[in-house]
């Protein structure tokens, strides 16, 4: 018996098989892979010169329409009889679609199948022709990312109506898309982007190596990818950049970074990422250089607040008071008058408190959502400082550093600030300004500790060998001026512009 | 060897968090006191005790009521010690909380007491990480000097408020400015004397305030006097300490002029005669405003500016040698003459401090003032002409 817990038997990793289904490829074939299905289905129909083709589809996933008028009616209608060559005459002249696939193993045609295609089984042939259906969310804007004089554009469920919206923005036939399947069961469709001759080709193998290696049962929301391609998985800060946007998806391609675009997920991801990206916003680049500045640095300056305010205000309350002006430090005596708990506790349960009201606005539907927060936020709020259980300081500590939060674009890169704002304000509440030093440099040591795809996570503050940063730091340039791309990405061609 | 290493932090963390549980208070951190349990002491004022102990008597602010109620008086506890160190910690046995000199903003010294308790307040002052060097000191005649704290009404303002009030407001008018521990050391490391503001509790309409009206002269630790009230101008002029300040002048005819002093700029000169410093020529640049004039007097008459000017110059130049004389009387050099020589002369700089002593007190003082009167206010003469 262990120390810990019992031993148990590690379960045995079951190594994905290279066919699923071996065998022939025949109709029986298909027919015993999709024996329990309902939504299978399948047909004969007999060509005008009595040769006899056999359909299969999976209900749903096919357009009928596009199946009687592409398919079954030229097929019907047709006459191309049972001869060696027919595979052929059908190719070149009985299907009217634009994709049709010679098939010879049963594995492609499940596959195919549940991709939304139908499969013909010829005389000495197998033939799948896409026919599925459209029946998709159409582009719509952006919900999060909302853009104030940008594209309106979002990116969808679809991936091939990502790809178009990439190819609208970027019509370059430069731009690669590579795609990889991954998902045992979900088989999803993994595109790969980037830019050829302007992306460094070393970052896209490794990408792909890493993309390649993903073994998971099903790729259904970001995080069953960014968790694999992370290089380090034990820290809360976002190594990969989503976005709705296919503007701001087609700048990061155009600095040289590699965008994924997964088949089922509505965002585009971009790697490799690093903090000065995750507090990037499209609008920067809508606004006038200067305003554009003064806004990033305010994100950087609420960065720092919302991490550090709570933790300062512990210490600054509990253990070095004497550093506080004395009529702020009167002021809070004030206004912590006959509050019965200490100053730790209260920021603790306030910051809590909090976490709890965001939680349930974010479950709650839309309107309930709006209700839970005025109700717990502006009546429990105003209660509790009537009733003398925290004190109005705490109150607006804890608000400033929550709002503060807000203006980080990056929703992943708030939720590791309010991970870390947690475990600053205990360190605080333990050693006071010690404690926060030594939980702040703990953070510096984690993000400087972090590297994706071989770009620093604090690139550009550190490292930088004395490269040009231009736009990609802190301060953003006139656009005339950036004249290069991020040089940490290392890519083919440094230059973007003149 | 990656399952060992993560049992082995899991042990690490527990037996760090059983450490808790020993009641063993390690000193490795620094102590919580949360700031509600904390009396913020913002004025400290130093007597002369019994048996040649210090007494330390400290004040807080009025405390606000909170979220409800009346605001409380301040606090007021009294030490007695042979240090200042002392004085403060027997402090601690006397209130309800912790009394805390980190905010000490405001320290009066007992002129009595001023021999025996500088050095030892300003030793506790440089040494103790709580108290600020930036802390107002103030010197008072008052015996004893808790009086100003005690006996100053406090329904209208706290000692520690109206003390905040005063050095705030010293420069505006003209008799003296702020002088906070640090330069007081500086000048005392320098020249073993300086100039403190001298604090006075005055009674108006049967309340009691404090006062300050003047600067005091410190030399080697011990209080020698106040100025009077125009040499503390003129030590304000020179210091270039003088945001603002107010000249009344007798003119020949009766009328009697306020000038509002606005700018007095100061140039000191070294001269030099053999290889000897012989004198020093002062020159103050000061201009001043016509806030009031009260008599026959015709303002547009060229005759009456110029006595209105020659009036100033002469008073303002009668009011920096007298100063002066009394600085090289006393072989004090309050007024930082050498330091500002000094700079002016960088190359002869070490022959001055090697002399100085020698020198000051033989030294030729030549005051030269230029005054200019820059707008009259007299709208009624300009309607008159109009």
């Known amino acids: ?498 | 060897m990656r399952g060992q290493g993560k049992r082995a932090a899991v042990c690490g963390i527990i037996g760090a968090l059983l450490l808790l549980l020993t009641g063993c208070e390690g000193d490795l951190l620094p102590k919580a006191r949360d700031i509600t349990t904390v009396e913020l002491m913002q004025v400290i004022a130093l007597d002369k005790g019994e048996g040649g102990n210090l007494i330390v008597t400290a004040a807080s602010g009025t405390h606000s009521g909170g979220q409800s109620g009346e605001p409380k008086p301040p606090v007021v506890l009294k030490g007695e010690s042979s240090t200042v160190f002392g004085a403060c910690m027997s402090i601690q046995s006397e209130g309800n909380g912790y009394a805390s000199f980190g905010h000490v903003e405001q320290c009066v010294l007992s002129a009595k007491a001023t021999e025996q308790s500088m050095s030892s307040l300003l030793d506790f002052l440089e040494r103790d990480p709580e108290m600020r060097m930036e802390a107002h000191l103030y010197v008072t005649e008052q015996d004893p000097a808790a009086e100003l704290l005690t006996e100053v009404d406090e329904k209208e303002q706290s000692a520690a408020e109206r003390l905040e009030a005063i050095g705030r407001e010293l420069t505006i008018e003209s008799f003296g400015w702020p002088v906070t521990v640090r330069d007081f050391m500086i000048d005392m490391e320098e020249n073993s004397c300086g100039l403190l503001p001298v604090l006075k509790l005055v009674e108006e309409e049967k309340k009691k305030t404090i006062r300050c009206e003047s600067m005091g002269w410190i030399q080697n630790g011990d209080y020698q006097g106040t100025l009077p009230p125009e040499q503390a101008r003129a030590a304000a002029i020179l210091e270039g300490k003088l945001d603002t300040g107010g000249i009344e002048l007798h003119l020949s005819d009766g009328s009697v002029a306020g000038l509002k002093l606005t700018q007095a700029n100061c140039t000191l000169d070294p001269v030099w005669s053999g290889g000897r410093l012989t004198g020093i020529s002062i020159h103050v640049d000061a201009k001043a405003d016509l806030a009031e004039l009260q008599g026959p007097a015709d303002l547009y008459s060229g005759a009456v500016q110029k006595e209105l000017s020659q009036g100033m110059e002469r008073q303002l130049k009668g009011d920096v040698q007298e100063l002066l004389a009394l600085s090289q009387k006393e072989e004090a050099d309050f007024l930082h003459m050498e330091r500002k020589l000094r700079v002016k002369s960088p190359a002869k700089s070490g022959e001055m401090e090697a002399h100085w002593e020698e020198w000051f007190p033989e030294l030729n003082m030549s005051v030269e003032v230029h005054s200019v009167i820059e707008r009259s206010y007299d709208l009624n003469r300009q309607e008159a002409a109009a």
């Open chain 1, 1 to 498: 018996m262990a120390f810990f817990s019992r031993e148990t038997e590690r379960a045995p990793y079951h190594p994905q098989k290279k066919t699923e289904f071996p065998g022939e490829l025949t109709w029986e074939g298909v027919e015993n892979i999709f024996h329990n299905c309902a939504d299978f289905s399948k047909r004969e129909v007999v060509s005008r010169s009595g040769a006899l083709f056999r359909l299969c589809w999976l209900d749903g996933v096919v357009q009928s329409e596009r199946l009687n008028d592409y398919l079954i009616r030229p097929l019907m209608t047709g006459g191309v009889p049972e001869q060696p060559e027919q595979a052929r005459a059908v190719l070149t002249g009985s299907i009217w679609n634009m994709n049709v696939q010679v098939r010879d193993s049963l594995d492609q045609v499940a596959e195919d199948l549940t991709g939304g295609r139908a499969a013909v089984f010829l005389k000495n042939a197998v033939l799948t022709c896409t026919v599925e259906t459209e029946a998709k969310r159409p582009v719509s804007t952006a919900e999060n990312e909302v853009a104030e004089k940008g594209a309106k554009d979002s990116f969808v469920e679809s991936l091939r109506t990502n790809t178009s919206l990439l190819r609208r923005h970027l019509r370059s036939p430069k731009v690669q898309i590579e795609e990889v399947s991954v998902g045992r069961a979900s088989c999803t469709a993994v595109d790969l982007i980037w830019m050829d001759g302007l992306t460094n080709r070393e970052l896209v193998k490794n990408i792909r190596a890493q993309v390649e290696q993903v073994d998971i049962d099903a790729l259904l929301s970001t995080g069953d990818f960014e968790t694999y391609v992370a290089q380090k998985k034990g820290s809360t800060f976002p190594q990969m950049l989503f976005t709705e946007r296919p503007d701001r998806f087609c700048r990061g391609i155009l600095n040289g970074r590699v965008g994924v675009l997964i088949d089922g997920i509505p965002l585009g991801g971009l790697l490799p990422g690093n903090l000065a990206l995750f507090l990037e916003t499209p609008q920067d680049r809508e606004y006038h250089w200067l305003m554009a500045a003064a806004l990033v640095l305010l994100r950087y300056g609420c960065l720092l607040l919302t991490l550090t305010l709570p933790g300062f205000y512990i210490a600054a309350a509990s253990f070095h008071f004497e550093m506080l002006p004395t009529k702020l430090a009167m002021s809070i005596i004030a206004s912590k008058q006959d509050v019965p708990f200490s100053t730790v506790f209260e920021v603790l349960v306030l910051l809590l408190s909090f976490e709890i009201l965001q939680e349930a606005g974010l479950r709650l539907p839309k309107t309930i959502g709006q209700t839970v927060s005025i109700i717990g936020g502006l009546v429990v709020g105003q209660a509790a400082v009537e009733a003398k259980i925290v004190s109005p300081a705490v109150v607006i500590v804890v608000a400033v550093a929550g709002i503060a939060g807000f203006t980080m674009p990056s929703q992943d890169l708030a939720n590791a600030l309010r991970l870390w704002r947690f475990l600053l304000a205990v360190l605080a509440g333990i050693a006071g300004f010690l404690g926060l030093a030594a939980g702040l440099a703990a953070l510096v040591c984690h993000l400087a500790g972090i590297e994706s795809f071989g770009v620093a996570y604090l690139t550009p503050f550190a490292p930088n060998p004395g490269q040009p940063v231009e736009e990609h730091g802190v301060l953003r340039q006139p656009i005339p001026e950036v004249k290069l791309r991020e040089l940490a990405l290392k890519p083919e061609n440094k230059r973007r512009q003149k």
